[in-house]
């Protein structure tokens, strides 16, 4: 029930928070305003929550509707979790009326919240399946990576040489009118599509770009990497095939160990040092562990960053791993020289600064 109307809620417990995207947007449990803290409103993960502000292993970084009432409500501290949380049942029992509610009328509240979650659930997924057709309808009316500034980008501020690989990925193409949220207009932009294992769009990767000091870089934005659709989480962008050819991921051979990279630049530059092998980019580092693959890809081998020990990055590039573990797949790992970063730092030879 508490889901069912987790917006509602929310504007109760954050006068502050903005609805944004499917979720519900505010700064943290401490009711500021921002968007470190996200509520999911819609779906069938209504009234889950997350605080991307927290360490992962923060207990108090995620959880649901009720949990997020525990910790909003300034209960006495009581040092009993048990007592806590029956504090926080009977006040969302009070926010719900069901202590003076009718049987008849409990039922009917338990059909509405059915209902709502169902119907949340359809406009869920009709959005989604809105977004990824706008996603892939933008790069369908994208102009070529040749000859554009995404390739100048890549070419002079990354180093990829695309004479050495002797042609250009498909997946990866410019245009010069992306809509950008946070600079409230249209800029130039590589766009790079994933496409998920059984060969459909999924949705885009956009990186944004600017020219200064007469050279493409990417804009000086905030998030000048962005993805267009949520259908995206567990496809991959196929930025080199290899010794496959055109073949499709989910026809590659037997005994084929794809190089999976998070990001486009790295991938890139390990496909300039093995052009023979299939290389993949994840487009984030969540998405790295579910990404899909077919059955017969029985290993892969992930392009490492050396990320600070301890760090989110680094945990969760742990987690990445074990989720493809559990998915049956041998995992191996490919580092950069312990100087760099990554392998396009190294491409170029930009250290790591230590202090």
Same mark, same amino acid.
């Given at each position: 029930?508490?889901?069912?109307?987790?917006?509602?809620? =929310?504007?109760?417990?954050?006068?502050?928070?903005?609805?944004? &995207?499917?979720?519900?947007?505010?700064?943290?449990?401490?009711?500021?305003?921002? !968007?470190?803290?996200?509520?999911?409103?819609?779906?069938?993960?209504?009234?889950?929550? #997350?605080?991307?502000? =927290?360490?992962?292993? !923060?207990?108090?970084?995620?959880?649901?509707?009720?949990?997020?009432?525990?910790?909003?409500?300034?209960?006495?501290?009581?040092? !009993?979790?048990?007592?806590?949380?029956?504090?926080?049942?009977?006040?969302?029992?009070?926010?719900?009326?069901? @202590?003076? /509610? $009718?049987?008849?009328?409990? $039922?009917?509240?338990?059909?509405?919240?059915?209902?709502?979650?169902?119907?949340?659930?359809?406009?869920?997924?009709?959005?989604?399946?809105?977004?990824?057709?706008?996603?892939?309808?933008?790069?369908?009316?994208?102009?070529?990576?040749? +000859?554009?500034?995404?390739?100048?980008?890549?070419?002079?501020?990354?180093?990829?040489?695309?004479?050495?690989?002797?042609?250009?990925?498909?997946?990866?193409?410019?245009?010069?009118?992306?809509? =950008?949220?946070?600079?409230? $207009?249209?800029?130039?932009? &590589?766009?790079?599509?994933?496409?998920?294992?059984?060969?459909? #769009?999924?949705? *885009?990767?956009?990186?944004?770009?600017?020219?200064?000091?007469?050279?493409?870089?990417?804009?000086?934005?905030?998030?000048?990497?962005?993805?267009?659709?949520?259908?995206?989480?567990?496809?991959?962008?196929?930025?080199?095939?290899?010794? =496959? +050819?055109? /073949?499709?991921?989910?026809?590659?051979?037997?005994?084929?160990?794809?190089?999976?990279?998070?990001?486009?630049?790295?991938?890139? %530059?390990?496909? /300039? *040092?093995?052009?023979?092998?299939?290389?993949?980019?994840?487009?984030?580092?969540?998405?790295?562990? #579910? /990404?899909?693959?077919?059955?017969?890809?029985?290993?892969?081998?992930?392009? +490492?960053?050396?990320?600070?020990?301890?760090?989110?990055? !680094?945990?969760?590039?742990?987690? $990445?791993?074990?989720?493809?573990?559990?998915?049956?797949?041998?995992?191996?790992?490919?580092?950069?020289?312990?100087?760099?970063? @990554?392998?396009?730092?190294?491409?170029?030879?930009?250290?790591?600064? %230590?202090?």
């Amino acid at each position: 029930m508490l889901n069912a109307d987790a917006e509602a809620l =929310c504007r109760t417990l954050f006068p502050l928070g903005k609805v944004f &995207g499917g979720f519900f947007n505010i700064g943290s449990v401490r009711g500021e305003a921002g !968007d470190s803290m996200k509520v999911r409103i819609g779906g069938d993960r209504a009234g889950t929550w #997350a605080d991307y502000s =927290c360490d992962p292993s !923060d207990p108090e970084g995620k959880g649901d509707m009720l949990r997020l009432i525990q910790l909003v409500k300034p209960w006495p501290a009581s040092g !009993d979790d048990l007592k806590d949380i029956a504090r926080a049942i009977r006040w969302a029992k009070g926010w719900l009326n069901l @202590d003076t /509610m $009718q049987p008849t009328d409990m $039922q009917r509240l338990r059909d509405r919240a059915r209902l709502a979650a169902e119907r949340a659930e359809r406009d869920a997924a009709a959005n989604a399946e809105k977004k990824r057709l706008s996603a892939w309808h933008l790069w369908g009316h994208s102009g070529p990576l040749k +000859g554009s500034p995404f390739e100048r980008y890549l070419a002079d501020a990354r180093g990829i040489d695309f004479a050495a690989l002797g042609k250009y990925p498909s997946a990866l193409r410019f245009r010069g009118d992306v809509w =950008c949220t946070e600079a409230q $207009q249209k800029l130039p932009a &590589g766009v790079s599509l994933f496409v998920g294992v059984d060969g459909q #769009a999924k949705g *885009v990767h956009i990186t944004y770009l600017a020219f200064e000091r007469g050279g493409w870089g990417k804009a000086r934005l905030e998030n000048a990497k962005i993805i267009r659709s949520p259908l995206y989480w567990g496809a991959h962008i196929p930025i080199w095939k290899g010794a =496959c +050819g055109a /073949m499709p991921l989910r026809d590659v051979p037997e005994g084929t160990v794809p190089r999976v990279s998070e990001g486009i630049e790295d991938a890139l %530059t390990i496909a /300039m *040092v093995d052009p023979s092998r299939r290389v993949v980019a994840a487009g984030t580092l969540g998405n790295v562990g #579910a /990404m899909r693959f077919p059955d017969r890809v029985r290993a892969i081998e992930l392009v +490492g960053q050396h990320d600070k020990p301890g760090s989110k990055a !680094d945990e969760s590039m742990e987690k $990445q791993i074990a989720h493809q573990q559990a998915a049956g797949r041998a995992v191996s790992c490919l580092w950069p020289d312990p100087a760099f970063k @990554d392998f396009n730092d190294q491409l170029r030879g930009a250290r790591m600064v %230590t202090a």
